[in-house]
């Protein structure tokens, strides 16, 4: 299963929400600058996405979408998500502002 995603530069404010949730180090923060001033995130189209849409998920500003390859896989479920960062599904689930403070606890990229 391969994913790619979209940013929509626009939306983005940088803040490495999606940098920091995506296991497989496809996003960084360019050097670009949106219409706001923000640095923006980039997606780094390599081949190791796999379209699990962490990234999606986290991004408070609806910014990425994510599409795969293969049609078939379909959407990750939810508990594939649970299965995988359980204390990211649990904290979408109960509150989408808990989840991005848990991870923004968690927020290396400078
Ligand atoms: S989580 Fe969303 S707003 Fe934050 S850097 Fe990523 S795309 Fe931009
Ligand atoms: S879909 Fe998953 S692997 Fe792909 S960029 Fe987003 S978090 Fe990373």
């Given at each position: 299963m391969k994913g790619r995603i979209q940013i929509d530069k626009e939306r983005c404010k940088g803040c490495c929400l999606c940098?920091?949730?995506c296991p497989k180090e496809c996003i960084h923060l360019s050097e670009g600058l949106n219409l706001?001033?923000?640095f923006v995130a980039?997606?780094?189209a390599?081949?190791?996405c796999t379209g699990c849409g962490n990234c999606a998920v986290m991004c408070p500003d609806v910014a990425i979408t994510v599409s795969i390859a293969d049609a078939a896989?379909?959407?990750r479920s939810?508990?594939?998500v649970a299965a995988d960062a359980p204390e990211i599904a649990a904290a979408v689930t109960a509150d989408s502002h808990q989840?991005?403070?848990a991870v923004a606890a968690k927020v290396t990229c400078p």
């Open positions: 940098v920091d949730v706001k001033g923000y980039t997606f780094v390599d081949d190791t896989a379909g959407r939810a508990a594939t989840a991005t403070a």
